[in-house]
């Protein structure tokens, strides 16, 4: 849901900044556990992005908001997640879940924050997949060796 208050992750860093945007996708769960969900059927995914850090880049940005965005809803949105090369439909760490598909959004995220002269990084990904289940991706530690 947008504009919700989002559990907040502890962190010691000057500037933490969130971007809520939202997607719609298709999955099935490859799973016998999954019931009715291993049969393909839609989500409007919502997400809240949460990335932080110290310095801030030439534009005054920790990072535009808008590269969030498009890191993430130009690959997913209208996409059937089970084509895209980040999951697998054998390996449960990589079916896509909800679990799975909010660690692979971090990791998307903080290959591009890697690459940055400032290098904020993230800290938290919110994943809801419908008005009664999300759930919330944290990295252990993160490579400033702050958590
Ligand atoms: N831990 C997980 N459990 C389930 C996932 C998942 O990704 N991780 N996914 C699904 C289904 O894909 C689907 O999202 C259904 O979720 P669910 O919350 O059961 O949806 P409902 O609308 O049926 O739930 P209500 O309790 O009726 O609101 C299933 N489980
Ligand atoms: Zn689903």
């Known amino acids: 849901m947008m504009q919700q208050i989002y559990p907040a992750p502890a962190h ?6 969130n971007k809520d945007f939202h997607f719609s996708a298709a999955h099935a769960i ?20 949460t990335v932080a850090g110290d310095e801030l ?22 996409s059937l997640l089970n084509d895209d090369q980040l999951f697998s439909q054998v390996d449960p760490d990589y079916f896509p879940t909800t679990e799975v598909v909010a660690r692979s959004i ?20 919110f994943l809801r ?3 009664t289940s999300y759930v919330l991706y944290r990295p252990k ?4 060796g702050k958590s």
């Open 129 to 131: 997949e419908t008005p």
């Open 57 to 78: 880049d030439h534009a005054g940005f920790l990072i535009n908001f808008k590269k969030i965005k498009e890191l993430i809803h130009d690959r997913f949105d209208h």
């Open 30 to 49: 490859p799973s016998e556990d999954a019931g009715k969900c291993r049969h393909v059927h839609g989500h409007t995914y919502y997400v809240n992005i």
């Open 12 to 17: 010691n860093f000057s500037y933490e900044l």
């Open 106 to 125: 971090w990791e998307i995220i903080e290959q591009h924050l890697e690459q940055t002269d400032n290098k904020p990084t993230c800290l938290q990904v």
């Open 141 to 144: 530690g993160n490579r400033h």
